[in-house]
C-alpha cells in the first residue's frame, strides 16, 4: 500500500495504518534521537519525544507536494528540540538536580551496617579498597556533613553525579559488609 494512502487512513483513524506508518519511521526516529542530549532524561526519553514528534506527523500532514519524509523528520526533530529547551530551562533546574530524600539517610544506614561488623583502620582500609578515587573523595566529605551542592562544586560533578556516586558507594558498602 502506498504510503499516501497509510496517511489517509491513520488520518480517518485506522490503527493500523498509523502503526505501519510508524514502525516505517521509527528508524529515523532513533537516528535523530541519538543526536540530542536531554537534562535530566535519558536517550529513551529523547527516543519517546521523537516517536510523539513522528505521531503528531502522522495526523497532521496534508499533501501539499511535499514529501512526507520531510515533514516527519521536521516533526520528530521539532518535539525532541523542544524537549531539550525545556528541559534546559532554569525554571527546571530543581526539578533535574533533585535526589530521592532517602538518599540522605542511605549511607548513614549502610555505615551503621558496617560499623557492627569491622573496626576503625580496617574498615577504612576496606573501603578505600573498594572505592575508585572520585568515590572516596565524595564518601569522605559527605561523612564531613557536606551538603550536596558543596561535594558538587569541590569534586566538579553536578548534584546528580554526587548522588549517583553516593548510590554506587552504598552499593559497595552493603557488598563489604556482607563479605565481613
Not at 21 to 40: E, H, Q
Not at 114 to 120: A, L, M, T
Amino acid at each position: 500500500m502506498e504510503e499516501s494512502e497509510l496517511l489517509r487512513m491513520a488520518q480517518a483513524g485506522d490503527a493500523d495504518a498509523a502503526e505501519t506508518l510508524i514502525n516505517n519511521y521509527m528508524g529515523m526516529v532513533s537516528s535523530i534521537a541519538r543526536r540530542y542530549y536531554i537534562v535530566g532524561a535519558t536517550q529513551d526519553d529523547a527516543w519517546q519525544e521523537g516517536m510523539i514528534g513522528l505521531f503528531k506527523a502522522v495526523m497532521t500532514y496534508k499533501d501539499c507536494g511535499g514529501k512526507f519524509s520531510t515533514y516527519a523528520h521536521a516533526c520528530i526533530k521539532s518535539r525532541i528540540l523542544d524537549a531539550v529547551k525545556s528541559a534546559s530551562r532554569y525554571k527546571n533546574r530543581p526539578l533535574n538536580e533533585s535526589v530521592p530524600i532517602d538518599t540522605f539517610n542511605a549511607i548513614s544506614d549502610a555505615e551503621a551496617e558496617i560499623f557492627g561488623n569491622i573496626e576503625g583502620e580496617e574498615l577504612k582500609a576496606r573501603i578505600k579498597d573498594e572505592l575508585n578515587d572520585k568515590e572516596y573523595k565524595v564518601l569522605r566529605m559527605y561523612i564531613e556533613g557536606k551538603s550536596y551542592a558543596e561535594i558538587a562544586s569541590e569534586a566538579d560533578i553536578n548534584i546528580k553525579g554526587v548522588d549517583n556516586a553516593l548510590q554506587k558507594i552504598k552499593r559497595k558498602i552493603k557488598a563489604i559488609a556482607g563479605r565481613s
